[in-house]
């Protein structure tokens, strides 16, 4: 099989890299990365200069980083799923729409996540408090964003940074009811079966969300 994906069904970023895997019906393998398969997890620490998942192997090629791995996909690996706009100027939005969702969403919610991995008992305050913030920020800031303005259609590259990012932002910090297309945009993209599909994969693995996995979605 030439296309060979390494992370793990409970990984924002491992969701990301699959979800144009989906969309596009490639066939592909995916190899989990855990203790189960130490083999994987060997393989990322060489690939990965952070030794960090998703890793994609096509052929003689390795690319690390979903936001490449997506880009990758859209020039050897076409599909019905656009991915990334041919035309330039949108293909600058969609990619500019990739950095918000990964620096600012999921990076703000990374910020509370992180500060329960180190201290699940009595976590940072500022830390939570930072990222609870920043979401808030983030979501408003996407919400004036998507008043004026039109998403590429899915899948693209943006449906790829969204949908894991809201996903799991929202169970740290609710899209407040003054966000109603954040809200919308999230509800939407999770109906999407590619993204379906990576919630339902990655249930079993809930109660490693270390400030709690909400009952719902």
Same mark, same amino acid.
């Given at each position: 099989?030439?296309l ?19 969309a596009?019906s ?5 190899r989990?990365v ?9 393989f990322v620490?060489?690939?990965?200069p952070?030794?960090k998942?998703?890793?994609l ?11 490449s791995? +997506? *880009?990758?996909l859209?020039?050897?690996? $076409?599909?019905? !799923?656009p991915?990334?706009?041919a035309?330039? &100027?949108?293909? /600058? @939005? ?7 969702f ?17 201290n ?5 305050p ?5 990222g609870?913030?920043?979401?808030l ?5 996407l ?5 004026a303005?039109?998403l ?7 449906t790829?940074?969204a ?8 169970? +740290? *910090? ?5 966000? $109603?297309r954040? !809200?919308?945009l999230?509800?939407?993209?999770l &109906?999407l079966? /590619? @993204? ?7 249930r079993?693995?809930r ?9 719902r979605?």
């Open positions: 099989m030439t060979a994906l390494y992370g793990h069904p409970f990984s924002s970023y491992t969701w990301k890299a699959l979800i144009p895997l989906y596009n490639a066939a592909f393998e995916f989990e855990g203790p189960d398969h130490p083999q994987h997890a060997k620490k060489q690939a990965h952070a030794g998942f998703p890793v192997v096509d052929g003689d090629t390795t690319m690390i980083e979903a936001t791995i +997506v *880009e990758h859209a020039l050897h690996h $076409p599909g019905p !799923a991915l990334i706009p035309d330039p &100027a949108q293909a /600058a @939005v969609t990619r500019m729409l990739d950095r918000v990964d620096n600012y969403v999921m990076g703000s919610m990374q910020r509370v996540v992180n500060a329960y991995i180190a699940k008992e009595t976590p940072d500022e830390e939570i408090a930072a609870k913030d920043g979401l920020r983030v979501y408003r800031w919400e004036t964003w998507l008043e303005n039109t590429p259609p899915h899948v693209s590259l943006v790829c940074a949908a894991p990012s809201l996903f799991y932002a929202d169970w +740290v *910090e609710r899209i407040p009811g003054d966000c $109603p954040v !809200a919308a999230r509800a939407e993209v &109906a079966p /590619a @993204v379906a599909r990576c919630v339902d994969d990655a079993p693995y109660a490693w969300f270390p400030p709690g996995a909400p009952d979605d």
